[in-house]
């Protein structure tokens, strides 16, 4: 089971390898490329619905969490970006039910204030009090049904607008911990020293890394002892890239790129697998006799 499997990974001290999906095909893709884990962040969930993570609902992050689950048909962990909780503990207590019955393996709660801000996509971040955010990872982990079901402590403290300070970060993952988080999660580093920093101060529990947009992949992580890394951008980024420079040249020569029009037809084979066309066909062949027309009944 997906949800068992991700705690008994981290128990062993394994790696998960999680990249952003935003639907169901795009978890499929990941699943097809062989990873083992997926993440859905808040910022690309805003993205896709045209707008931004601070205004994006509970109804929307479960509705996306459970399509990339059922995607996959529960077979790999997810991990999903639940924000602030989405208010005060009942209400996190909430959050915790709905996106624990939408299929997801874990969840990030953080810090922030809420309603969150959006100017927090500038580097802007505003921080809850550290025993307002203890109590949010309090009653969500008092929430969930499954000890499966994990619980992230997320925190901004490190580059928090008021007074943020590594040691300010340190004292809220402590806090995360002590209300019974299972991986810590600090958000802001960017520098190795940092990594090495707050793997050296925050002892014994998982935490994960942010990868995608730094000079560190999968094997500098895990040297630095990181269990869980994820790629929020990557995804988006790249899609709506290939996306934007197809259209141009279109626009701007009025033709297709020779070199997309060569890879076409591999990707179509690529698609056809993660739709399982294959099956389908099979079942319609066994069903439908030769020569024969298909009717309706």
Same mark, same amino acid.
């Given at each position: 089971?997906?949800?068992? /499997?991700?705690?008994?990974?981290?128990?062993?001290?394994?790696?998960?390898?999680? +990249?952003?999906?935003?639907?169901?095909i795009? /978890?499929?893709?990941?699943?097809?490329?062989?990873?083992?884990?997926?993440?859905? +962040?808040? %910022?690309?969930?805003?993205?896709?619905?045209?707008?931004?993570?601070?205004?994006? #609902?509970?109804?929307?992050?479960?509705?996306?969490?459970?399509?990339?689950?059922?995607?996959?048909?529960?077979?790999?962990?997810?991990?999903?970006?639940?924000?602030?909780?989405?208010?005060d503990?009942?209400? $996190?207590?909430?959050?915790?039910?709905?996106?624990?019955?939408?299929g997801?393996?874990a969840?990030?709660?953080? !810090?922030?204030?809420?309603?969150?801000?959006?100017?927090?996509?500038?580097?802007?971040?505003?921080?809850?009090?550290? !025993? $307002?955010?203890?109590?949010? *990872?309090?009653?969500a982990?008092?929430?969930?049904? %499954?000890?499966?079901?994990?619980?992230?402590?997320r925190?901004?403290?490190?580059?928090?607008?008021?007074?943020?300070?590594?040691?300010? /970060?340190?004292?809220?993952?402590?806090?995360?911990?002590?209300?019974?988080?299972?991986?810590?999660? *600090?958000?802001?580093?960017?520098?190795?020293? !940092?990594?090495?920093?707050?793997?050296?101060?925050? &002892?014994?529990i998982?935490m994960?890394?942010m990868?995608?947009?730094?000079?560190?992949?999968?094997?500098?992580f895990?040297?630095?002892?990181?269990?869980?890394?994820?790629?929020?951008?990557?995804?988006?980024?790249t %899609?709506?890239? #290939?996306?934007? !420079?197809?259209?141009?040249?279109? &626009?701007?020569?009025?033709? $297709?790129? &020779? %070199?997309?029009?060569?890879?076409?037809?591999?990707?179509?084979? $690529?698609?056809?697998?993660?739709?399982?066309?294959?099956? &389908?066909?099979?079942?319609?062949?066994?069903?439908?006799?030769?020569?024969?027309?298909?009717?309706?009944?």
């Open positions: 089971m997906a949800v068992a /499997a991700m705690r008994e990974t981290l128990q062993k001290g394994g790696t998960i390898v999680a +990249p952003g999906a935003y639907d169901a795009t /978890a499929r893709l990941m699943r097809y490329l062989g990873f083992k884990a997926l993440y859905i +962040p808040g %910022s690309q969930t805003g993205m896709v619905l045209g707008t931004t993570e601070p205004l994006t #609902s509970l109804t929307e992050m479960a509705m996306v969490g459970e399509r990339v689950a059922e995607g996959v048909n529960d077979e790999l962990p997810v991990i999903l970006d639940a924000g602030a909780g989405f208010g503990p009942v209400h $996190v207590v909430h959050t915790v039910e709905v996106l624990e019955d939408a997801l393996t969840i990030h709660i953080e !810090d922030q204030f809420f309603p969150k801000r959006v100017s927090y996509h500038r580097g802007l971040e505003h921080v809850v009090p550290v !025993d $307002v955010y203890q109590q949010r *990872i309090e009653y982990v008092k929430a969930r049904r %499954s000890k499966d079901f994990l619980i992230i402590g925190n901004d403290g490190y580059r928090a607008v008021e007074g943020g300070t590594r040691e300010h /970060a340190v004292k809220r993952a402590e806090a995360a911990r002590e209300a019974g988080a299972d991986i810590i999660m *600090i958000m802001g580093m960017r520098e190795k020293e !940092d990594f090495e920093y707050f793997r050296k101060e925050i &002892k014994d998982p994960l890394a990868a995608g947009n730094g000079p560190f992949g999968v094997n500098e895990r040297d630095m002892g990181y269990q869980v890394i994820i790629y929020p951008q990557t995804t988006i980024q %899609s709506l890239r #290939s996306v934007h !420079d197809l259209w141009k040249n279109i &626009k701007d020569t009025g033709d $297709v790129p &020779k %070199s997309w029009q060569e890879q076409s037809d591999k990707m179509r084979d $690529v698609m056809n697998a993660l739709l399982e066309f294959e099956e &389908k066909w099979a079942v319609e062949a066994a069903t439908t006799e030769k020569g024969s027309t298909p009717t309706n009944h």
